[in-house]
């Protein structure tokens, strides 16, 4: 069982002078879930090389389980500095992907052309894809096979508008999650702000939030 897990390589958090990058229990928790399931993991990035953290998500208040097992685990953390580059994976060599949120995707992943023909490829061939938190955000420009947005009718669900209100940055992201996923014709839902919740479309995965990145993982490995 392979799974590529694909992080950002984006580090400003837009003009705030801020540095942003991927969240680390969105990362960490599920990496264990499927470290300990047994699966070949491989781990991606835009740049390749070690991903941007987002140093908030390395505060005391976000530490769970997962980020602890992950601070004290230098053969997780070898790994993570050396992703490799995005242009360099095919989906032919994965099982299923696996998107950790962040605010950086929305810069990059959402944009970048090796991400979006990936998950186009790799849904295609009936492989499963998960997204959590804003890591959903990077479907906004991937097509199904007959040029619809991929998600279009598709129950579907990543951080909300009030997630983002509450943590100050809804006039910094270049969009909002919730309302790019309803705009391309996502079924959109929801549930409360900060606890754990993930829809299963097919072979999609997307999870709300942080909380839901465990979730989502396990959700992932069901469907393999």
Not at 9 to 30: C, I, M, Q, V, Y
Not at 109 to 123: F, H, R, W
Not at 144 to 154: E, I, N, R, S, Y
């Amino acid at each position: 069982m392979k799974i590529l897990m694909v992080l950002t390589s984006h580090d400003e958090l837009g003009n705030t002078g801020r540095k942003t990058g991927f969240w680390l229990e969105e990362f960490a928790a599920p990496y264990y879930v499927f470290k300990d399931a047994g699966a070949e993991i491989t781990l991606a990035s835009p740049n390749g090389g070690q991903p941007p953290l987002d140093p908030k998500s390395a505060e005391k208040d976000f530490q769970t389980p997962a980020t602890g097992r992950f601070n004290n685990d230098p053969a997780a953390q070898a790994a993570l500095a050396q992703t490799v580059a995005l242009k360099t994976v095919a989906a032919d060599d994965y099982d299923a992907i696996f998107y950790p949120g962040g605010h950086g995707p929305l810069w990059d992943l959402a944009e970048d052309k090796d991400s979006i023909a990936l998950i186009e490829a790799t849904y295609r061939k009936g492989k499963p894809v998960a997204t959590v938190c804003h890591a959903p955000g990077v479907l906004r420009h991937v097509r199904a096979a007959d040029g619809t947005p991929l998600v279009q009718g598709k129950g579907v669900t990543g951080f909300t508008n009030s997630e983002e209100a509450a943590v100050g940055l809804t006039e910094v992201v270049p969009f909002l999650v919730e309302d790019e996923l309803r705009k391309i014709g996502g079924n959109y839902s929801k549930g409360a702000d900060w606890q754990p919740y993930i829809i299963v479309d097919g072979k999609l995965v997307t999870g709300q939030n942080p909380a839901s990145s465990e979730p989502a993982a396990r959700a992932l490995l069901k469907l393999l």
